[in-house]
């Protein structure tokens, strides 16, 4: 039992006795049953997610043990839990190596390509019909996303770090499919515990349509440490050239500062918080620009096993250049909202299903460029 731990709530169910004696004999794996539904029946009772957690971290199940210790952390803990659980979070790392993610999701979107609605625009006193593949138009995607992530230990502090991202969206519809593949190598290096630094260079391809559309080639740096005893920060930097295959007057350098917070405001809830600034020099004024943007979300577990995320975010993008025909420097604005819900008892092997709503709004001054887009996203992907 984690030190310290003693239940101050259900002390005679069952099956957290069962759990402690099979944690006591050094069985986590029987325990494990019994621990994760106490979680899912009382969320809120911070012994229990305690005990979970070190039954996952025994079972060096750490992503998922790393996540439960992190919850707990939002509870009023004593000072000896938390630097029990500050330990354990330092040894996770430790011992990090591999990590794995995959999802897959159809997605059926009132406009998947993120046109106008609009039949026509007008530009220099004329009005332009546009096509029908121009126009916004429903369609329903599949969505794969996946990648790994390899840390193999050079000394007791310092880490390389590999890894590879792919995101795939398939279409019937030809033009709307994407493939894009990224990759990166560096080194982490473990200020003290649970803060590091780390930085590398990155490679990436987007393809549209089925042909290669751009490439990515150029660096990057994070710091990540914790933020007092309930929150994790990250602050991150990017430096990259991106060069368009046809679409050349976009070919350019990218420079980009993002920031995130994670809060848990109790054992039950999570708070997140991200933003970012982006500056673009293309060879086109037309493509050169700011781009800002922020987001606030929630994640909140309800009795029972029910957990639900909620998500808002709001950006602009401000363009160097004057349209030659429209006369106007681009300016967007566009919001988001999203909704996410699973239930934790409710897995297809080692995924969790789960369903998405989203709703995005982008108002520009150039009439073409402005569209609304309304998703649904059901599908499978690892949770933790």
């Known amino acids: 039992m984690l030190v310290g731990a003693t239940a101050s709530a259900q002390q005679?169910?069952?099956?957290?006795?069962?759990?402690?004696?099979h944690m006591q004999q050094?069985?986590?794996?029987?325990?494990?049953?019994?621990?994760?539904?106490l979680v899912r029946a009382y969320p809120a009772e911070v012994?229990?997610?305690?005990?979970?957690?070190?039954?996952?971290?025994?079972l060096?199940?750490?992503?998922?043990?790393?996540?439960?210790?992190?919850?707990?952390?939002?509870?009023?803990?004593?000072?000896?839990?938390?630097?029990?659980?500050?330990?354990?979070?330092?040894?996770?790392?430790?011992?990090?190596?591999?990590?794995?993610?995959?999802s897959i999701a159809a997605v059926p979107a009132s406009n998947a390509g993120k046109r106008t609605s609009a039949n026509s625009v007008t530009a220099a006193g004329l009005t332009i019909p546009l096509e029908d593949d121009q126009r916004a138009q429903s369609a329903t995607g599949l969505e794969i996303a996946g990648g790994v992530t390899w840390l193999p230990r050079l000394t007791p502090r310092l880490q390389a770090s590999l890894s590879l991202d792919t995101l795939i969206r398939h279409y019937d519809e030809k033009p709307l499919r994407e493939l894009h593949l990224t990759g990166r190598a560096g080194l982490r290096f473990a200020l003290r515990d649970s803060t590091f630094i780390e930085g590398g260079v990155l490679a990436g391809r987007q393809f549209l349509?089925?042909?290669?559309?751009?490439?990515r080639r150029g660096v990057y740096g994070a710091y990540l440490t914790p933020l007092g005893g309930r929150a994790y920060g990250r602050l991150g930097v990017q430096h990259y050239r991106e060069t368009y295959l046809d679409f050349t007057g976009a070919t350019g350098d990218r420079t980009l500062v993002d920031a995130a917070v994670n809060y848990a405001l109790g054992p039950r809830t999570l708070l997140r918080f991200s933003g970012y600034v982006q500056r673009t020099d293309a060879r086109s004024d037309l493509q050169s620009g700011w781009k800002q943007g922020v987001s606030a979300g929630m994640t909140y577990a309800f009795d029972g096993g029910l957990v639900t995320l909620a998500?808002?975010?709001?950006?602009?993008?401000?363009?160097?250049?004057?349209?030659?025909?429209?006369?106007v420097a681009r300016r967007d604005i566009t919001l988001g909202v999203?909704?996410?819900?699973?239930h934790s008892t409710i897995r297809v092997g080692p995924f969790t299903p789960v369903l998405k709503l989203g709703w995005e709004d982008n108002r520009s001054n150039r009439e073409?460029?402005?569209?609304?887009?309304?998703?649904?996203?059901?599908?499978?992907?690892?949770?933790?």
């Not at 998500?311 to 006369?327: E, H, N, W």
């Not at 402005?370 to 949770?383: A, D, W």
């Open 47 to 58: 012994t229990y997610r305690l005990e979970l957690a070190l039954a996952l971290f025994r």
């Open 311 to 327: 998500d808002l975010s709001l950006a602009r993008d401000k363009r160097d250049g004057v349209g030659a025909i429209t006369g």
């Open 26 to 37: 050094g069985a986590p794996a029987a325990a494990l049953p019994d621990l994760e539904a």
């Open 209 to 215: 349509g089925e042909d290669a559309y751009a490439d």
């Open 338 to 342: 999203s909704a996410q819900a699973y």
């Open 60 to 102: 060096e199940r750490d992503r998922r043990a790393a996540y439960h210790f992190k919850q707990a952390q939002g509870a009023r803990l004593s000072a000896q839990r938390a630097a029990a659980v500050r330990d354990y979070l330092a040894r996770i790392d430790a011992r990090k190596r591999v990590h794995l993610r995959f």
């Open 368 to 384: 073409i460029n402005s569209y609304s887009n309304t998703s649904i996203s059901i599908g499978l992907r690892s949770v933790f």
């Open 12 to 21: 005679d169910d069952p099956r957290w006795t069962r759990a402690t004696q």
